[in-house]
Each structure stands twice: as C-alpha cells, then as structure tokens.
T-cell receptor, first 112, second 113 residues
Framework: GENVEQHPSTLSVQEGDSAVIKCTYSDSASNYFPWYKQELGKRPQLIIDIRSNVGEKKDQRIAVTLNKTAKHFSLHITETQPEDSAVYFCAAGKNTGNQFYFGTGTSLTVIP | NAGVMQNPRHLVRRRGQEARLRCSPMKGHSHVYWYRQLPEEGLKFMVYLQKENIIDESGMPKERFSAEFPKEGPSILRIQQVVRGDSAAYFC???????????FGEGSRLTVL
C-alpha cells in the first residue's frame, strides 16, 4: 500500500515569513494530493489539492508543488498570519483507490 | 447544505461497554469514510462504505469493530467491548465521488474509562 511521510512534525515561523511543509509518497500510481488544515479540536478542512497532471497550483497565499518523478509534494504558505497556526496534513490517493493515505501532520505555529 | 454531521461529539464509556457513533453525510454524498485519530497523530483509515455496501474495511480491526451505511439513515461505526486503547477521535468524511475530496465531520471523541 501507499506510505506517506511528512516533515517537519513541528514548525514555528515569525508572522510574515513563509512556511514550507514537505511530503513524500511511495505509490507511483497515486494521482491526487490534497492538503488539510485542522485547528485545535476542529474538523480537518481541505485547503488546496493538486492532481498529477499539474506541477503547481496556487490559491492566494497558499501553493502546492508536485514532483512526480521524485514522488514528493510540498505546501507553501507565504506571508504567514497567526490564524494560519494549525496542524496541516498531506494525503495521497488515486481515483481507482478506496482511501486516502494521510501524513502524520505538521503543527505550524505563527508567532506574532 | 448542512455539512457532515456526527454524533455524539463526546462519548464516555467504561471498559466492556459498547460505543455507537453516527455519521450523516452531506446531502448528495453516497461515499462515507471513517478515520481514527489518536492524540498528536495522523488520520488512520478504517473503512469506506457506499449505501448498503462495505467497499473497503482493511483499516478496521477484525474484532469488536463494525460499520454500516444503511439505505436509510446515518452511517454507524460500532465498537463492542471497548478497551482503553479505543480512546480516540473518530472522524467521518463524505464525498460525492469515489476517491475525491473529502468533507469531514467535527468528529466523535471517545473516552474509555
């Protein structure tokens, strides 16, 4: 099965700086890579996703890049704000599969 | 359109009791997934269901755990004879299509005393 690894497990940045979270996956057939944000005690919410036919996708301050050859994808948050503080999960899946495989999460703290 | 609804939000059980968690997917969603989250850990897949069918239960322990998604009514995750190790947050997610973006509920937090 798929194995998704996520780094770092914790990340602290100053407000206004950028944050980068990286994930690797093992199954070359995976073709869908969503990112979820989970605030303390709340539900995970999809913030951005990318499919394997695209190398990069951007939505305001958030961007995701995908390197299919190296089997890794990254989340980039620019101009971080305190409300970006949360746990971020990457995931990998395929449209012929039955589930998404999640990384272990990155706890991001943005220091005002 | 209401989101994914889970209840109860918090459940306390003593060892040996049964826990029953309910999930109503978003309107129009026929795909339901259950995930378990231990403190400071990721989301672990348990089971994937469509109406009246279990599609993939590879992540669910073979004993004490069962899930269903009847034609009418919510999906139910049932844990019999709970043990302390079952204490976790159980998240349900639904999707309009197979293996597409998941919409999560707020979770049910089970505490076993």
């Amino acid at each position: 099965g798929e194995n998704v690894e996520q780094h770092p497990s914790t990340l602290s940045v100053q407000e206004g700086d950028s944050a980068v979270i990286k994930c690797t996956y093992s199954d070359s057939a995976s073709n869908y890579f969503p990112w979820y944000k989970q605030e303390l005690g709340k539900r995970p919410q999809l913030i951005i996703d990318i499919r394997s036919n695209v190398g990069e996708k951007k939505d305001q301050r958030i961007a995701v890049t995908l390197n299919k050859t190296a089997k890794h994808f990254s989340l980039h948050i620019t101009e971080t704000q305190p409300e970006d503080s949360a746990v971020y999960f990457c995931a990998a899946g395929k449209n012929t599969g039955n589930q998404f495989y999640f990384g272990t999460g990155t706890s991001l703290t943005v220091i005002p | 359109n209401a989101g994914v609804m889970q209840n109860p939000r918090h459940l306390v059980r003593r060892r040996g009791q049964e826990a029953r968690l309910r999930c109503s997917p978003m309107k129009g969603h026929s795909h339901v997934y259950w995930y378990r989250q231990l403190p400071e850990e990721g989301l672990k897949f348990m089971v994937y269901l469509q109406k009246e069918n279990i599609i993939d239960e590879s992540g669910m322990p073979k004993e004490r755990f069962s899930a269903e998604f009847p034609k009418e009514g919510p999906s139910i995750l049932r844990i019999q004879q709970v043990v302390r190790g079952d204490s976790a947050a159980y998240f349900c997610a639904s999707s309009p299509f197979r293996a597409r973006e998941l919409f999560f509920g707020e979770g049910s937090r089970l505490t076993v005393l």
